[in-house]
């Protein structure tokens, strides 16, 4: 007897809608679940899906992928099917998709990533610091509560 795969029917890539992106967020900090707000009131043609990086979507996609989440804890962009970004990568391809922030990928993308990637690992480094850090991840709201993985 053939015994079933133990990854969830709902992590599969070729289960996730056509034309959703993924993104997976530190959720307990507070200024990613401030971005994360920014992005569902931005996200106009409904592109994304979140996931807490704390959560079991966010532990099976990172662990399918080969992601070290020790080194990578604040945001990751996955493109179902495509490929996943990080860093300062990952934040330009999300403003590509949102209202009001698809000129920043042409404003800053010039920047060595090397650099880019410095500025973001420095507030990164001190976010919890700087913007504070809850107890638990962010409960959504009925009304966003299709937008999250879990």
Not at 116 to 126: E, T
């Amino acid at each position: 007897m053939q015994q079933k795969s133990q990854t969830p029917t709902y992590l599969r890539d070729m289960d996730f809608p056509e034309g959703k992106k993924i993104i997976l967020f530190d959720g307990v900090c507070n200024l990613c679940n401030a971005a994360v707000q920014r992005i569902i009131q931005r996200d106009r043609q409904d592109v994304f899906l979140m996931a807490p990086l704390q959560g079991p979507t966010a532990r099976e996609l990172t662990r399918e992928r080969g992601i070290d989440t020790e080194q990578v804890d604040s945001i990751i962009l996955i493109d179902p099917g495509v490929a996943y970004y990080i860093k300062s990568d990952a934040a330009l391809e999300i403003a590509r998709d949102l209202k009001g922030y698809r000129w920043l990928p042409f404003l800053t993308g010039w920047i060595p990533r090397a650099v880019r990637d410095w500025v973001y690992d420095l507030v990164a480094r001190n976010r919890y610091g700087w913007f504070g850090k809850r107890q638990d991840c962010m409960l959504p709201t009925p009304e966003i509560k299709e937008k999250f993985l879990d």
